[in-house]
């Protein structure tokens, strides 16, 4: 068990979006069991922090901004591999809302992510050319947080990269791997867990968590 959850402590929830979910454009498998979980865990924390993908239309990680592209094939963009994905998370749209069952007033700021154009962004604290941050990392540091706990879709994507950056950046961070689900495509989710471990992100179950 972890030590006593203190005011230096936050959750961040990672795109819990309606194409996450079953019947979503890009639908993580059993995504929609982690949302009650994800809700009763959110008022054990003080802080709260909420993700979102908001995708511009015609995005390059869109396959169909490559033509003869096809989702999951992976091409390389000026900053490195890309993953393409189906169009999804498109701003403004439903897709893009946040899950209907998600049940977090309390929480204290929602973190766009995903809208420049021509980079794709996994992680809240940086996008995925590894050099532009989204300001994460600064308003936690001036909010005096010092141990992130990640939950939310999907593992092996965007709370992976969450979790690495949270390290790199000088914060304890914590995977509470029950309360996410993976994608899991060509082995991304134990290739995920290495990066992670090597990172020094550690990993918990919601019941280790102190009450």
């Known amino acids: 068990m ?27 498998p059993d995504a929609d069991a982690i949302v009650p979980v994800v809700n009763q865990l959110a008022r054990r924390f003080g802080h709260v922090v909420l993700t979102q993908d908001w995708h511009v ?23 490195g591999p ?52 989204t300001g994460l990392a600064g308003y936690l540091r001036e909010r005096g947080f010092s141990r992130v706990h990640l939950a939310g879709l999907a593992t092996d994507f965007c709370v992976a990269w969450s979790a690495v950056d949270a390290r790199r950046y000088g914060f304890e961070a914590v995977v509470i791997g029950d309360a996410c689900r993976a994608i899991d495509t060509g082995g991304s989710l134990a290739a995920a867990w290495t990066l992670m471990r090597e990172a020094g992100v550690g990993e918990v179950s919601v019941s280790q968590l102190s009450p």
């Open 82 to 133: 890309q993953v393409l994905w189906p169009e999804h998370c498109v701003q403004g749209s439903v897709g893009a809302a946040l899950a209907p069952a998600l049940d977090i007033p309390q929480a204290e700021l929602v973190v766009r992510k995903g809208y420049r154009r021509d980079i794709d962004s996994y992680s809240a604290f940086c996008e995925a050319d590894r050099v532009t941050p």
């Open 57 to 79: 239309p015609g995005h390059s990680s869109f396959a169909s901004s490559h033509p003869g592209r096809s989702p999951f094939e992976t091409i390389d963009l000026p900053y």
């Open 2 to 28: 972890l030590p006593p959850l203190t005011q230096r402590d936050i959750l961040l929830v990672v795109d819990v979006q309606n194409d996450f979910l079953p019947g979503g454009a890009l639908a993580v």
